[in-house]
């Protein structure tokens, strides 16, 4: 299954993360993972949240820059090894990885995985028996 | 000193006769030969035999930047081709420059307003001059050379930039008077204190700046950093280039050139002549020019004119510093800037909305601008390497446009305030 990730554009402010945060807390919007990429003067806030497209919504209301990118959202085991052979198997057949980030739960991982050709990512890992997050 | 006695001093009343000689026989060579001011005047019902006095001036209508940018190219030009020795142009709005043409005459007049011009302030055949105005299209270069030559100076051609050479050939040479923009002369200035150049290298007297608009505390701080006189120069390419007035020792204003430059100031709303000691737009009549004459220029400059006579013994109008612009022109390291070009090259891209403000700041005496531009979530990539890619191309397309360098800041949609639903798109902090 894939996953809606939010992309959020954000300028190096002050507050201006705790303004997303605002608004979906407000909304009653539960974040399950996020990461932030930045550059000098600006960053790009990745997240996955409980309602991708009421999040989306109103943070377009609010007229906040944002935009959505398919993911997948692989769950593997919290041990070691776990992230290894997902990622060799991607490896083996020459995807690549634009970015990735992960948070891990009592005996799992998640890890929301972008890449080139997020469709055919996802058919791969399915064939091999992987988990996925559902949205 | 004064380069033309005759005509620097000359009778008040003498001077408009004079003029108005050269209105008459302006508006006969345009009426006879540029037919977008025949068509003018005859839709006014004007004969060029109607004008027969400077009085008459105020009947003639007025010509603006944009009837320049519509007879793009040459289609003003008053004379045939084989008599332009010398085309100049300035950066356009559109894509277009404003082309402006030079006789030989021209070029003999205008060189005899910036020999005018150096002689007011102080300079003489001995001097050596170091002429650091951009050489090229841009009229600063050329005009000022032109003009120091025809005086008997020893000109240095450098040109703009490279200020290491610039201070290498300002000792090695000893050159005495220096020419270029307030923010360059006020660079070199700070460069000579910070490599600890010994005062005694530096033979600077006096300095000839102009181009872009300067304070009064900018000159303080040029004339102890350069240990010189500073004289404010003012001009511009559509008139004949720099060397249209010029500040005498005195410092009460700019002299304008009058017997070639008739200067008027209106109101820019409505066009009405006002007298003389009101704020108001500057329109100039170049009455002797050859190859580009045009009737009543409107510069957009906003200044006001005084003809009480002057310390110096010249009787010409002075002219103040201008105050500011009845358009959106700005001036940034002497490059006429409009917001609108910004906006163009966006429309362009037509990949950002054209929310965008322009960010002018002055930063050790140079001019700096900054780019704000609005991402829209229909463009903006999740990935910072397509923005930062999407901010490059910005920035080199600005550049191209512009002629000058500048910062492209993506900034998120709504964050450029607007007032009353409409985008500011300019905030100058230089406090000019």
Redesign the interface.
């Known amino acids: 299954m894939m996953i809606k990730?939010l992309?959020v554009?954000?300028?190096n402010k002050t507050g201006?993360l705790t303004d997303i945060t605002g608004i979906l807390a407000e909304h009653n919007i539960n974040i399950s993972a996020f990461s932030i990429?930045?550059?000098a003067?600006?960053g790009?806030l990745?997240m996955i949240t409980s309602d991708n497209h009421t999040a989306e919504r109103m943070l377009?209301e609010q007229?906040?820059?944002?935009?959505t990118?398919d993911v997948v959202c692989l769950i593997v085991p919290h041990a070691p090894g776990g992230l290894h052979k997902p990622l060799q198997l991607l490896s083996s057949h020459n995807i690549q990885i634009?970015?990735m980030y992960a948070y891990a739960t009592g005996t799992h991982a998640i890890v929301a995985i972008r890449t080139p050709t997020p469709q055919d990512t996802l058919t791969l890992l399915k064939e091999h028996n992987y988990q996925f997050l559902e949205e | 000193m004064i380069w033309n006695q005759h005509i620097e001093t000359m009778d008040r009343e003498e001077m408009r006769t004079l003029q108005g000689e050269r209105l008459q026989n302006m508006v006969e060579r345009i009426y006879n030969n540029v037919p977008f001011y025949r068509h003018k005047l005859q839709d006014q019902g004007i004969e060029p035999g109607d004008i027969t006095s400077i009085d008459h001036l105020h009947h003639l209508p007025f010509t603006t930047k944009q009837d320049l940018r519509d007879n793009y190219p040459f289609s003003l030009f008053a004379v045939p081709q084989d008599q332009v020795v010398r085309l100049h142009a300035s950066s356009g709005t559109t894509g277009k420059p404003t082309v402006v043409g030079y006789t030989q005459r021209d070029i003999e007049t205008w060189s005899e307003v910036v020999a005018r011009s150096l002689t007011m302030a102080g300079v003489t055949r001995s001097d050596i001059i170091q002429v650091a105005y951009g050489y090229g299209l841009f009229t600063g270069g050329l005009g000022l050379h032109y003009g120091a030559e025809h005086l008997g100076a020893s000109v240095i051609p450098i040109s703009g930039g490279n200020t290491q050479k610039q201070l290498q050939l300002m000792q090695d040479f000893g050159s005495t008077v220096i020419a270029c923009t307030p923010s360059y002369a006020a660079f070199l200035g700070e460069a000579i204190r910070h490599e600890q150049i010994d005062p005694r290298q530096i033979k600077l007297k006096a300095g000839i700046f102009g181009a872009e608009p300067w304070t009064e505390e900018m000159r303080q701080e040029i004339q102890e950093l350069l240990g010189i006189k500073a004289f404010d120069i003012y001009g511009l390419s559509e008139i004949i280039g720099p060397g249209v007035s010029m500040e005498c020792p005195a410092q009460q204003g700019m002299h304008i050139f009058e017997d070639h430059f008739i200067p008027e100031i209106i109101n820019p709303d409505t066009g009405e002549i006002l007298p003389y000691g009101q704020l108001g737009e500057l329109v100039f009549t170049p009455v002797s020019k050859e190859a580009l004459p045009l009737l009543r220029y409107r510069t957009r400059d906003l200044t006001r004119l005084h003809a009480e006579p002057c310390d110096c013994g010249r009787t010409l109008v002075r002219m103040e510093k201008c105050v500011g612009r009845s358009d959106d022109m700005l001036i940034i390291r002497g490059v006429n800037v409009f917001p609108s070009q910004v906006e163009s090259v966006l429309l362009e891209m037509n990949e950002t909305t054209p929310h965008y403000q322009l960010i002018v700041n002055r930063e050790h005496n140079l001019d700096t601008l900054e780019i704000q531009v609005e991402?829209?979530?229909q463009f903006?990539?999740?990935?910072?390497a397509d923005?930062?890619a999407l901010q490059q191309r910005i920035l080199h397309n600005i550049q191209s446009t512009l002629g000058i360098s500048a910062r492209v800041?993506?900034?998120?949609?709504?964050?450029i305030e607007r007032s009353a639903g409409k985008a500011q798109r300019v905030i100058d902090n230089r406090n000019l």
């Open positions: 990730q992309s554009f954000l300028e201006r990429a930045d550059s003067d600006f790009i990745r377009r007229g906040i820059a944002v935009q990118t634009d970015y | 991402v829209h979530d903006f990539s999740d990935e910072i923005l930062e800041k993506l900034v998120e949609p709504r964050s």
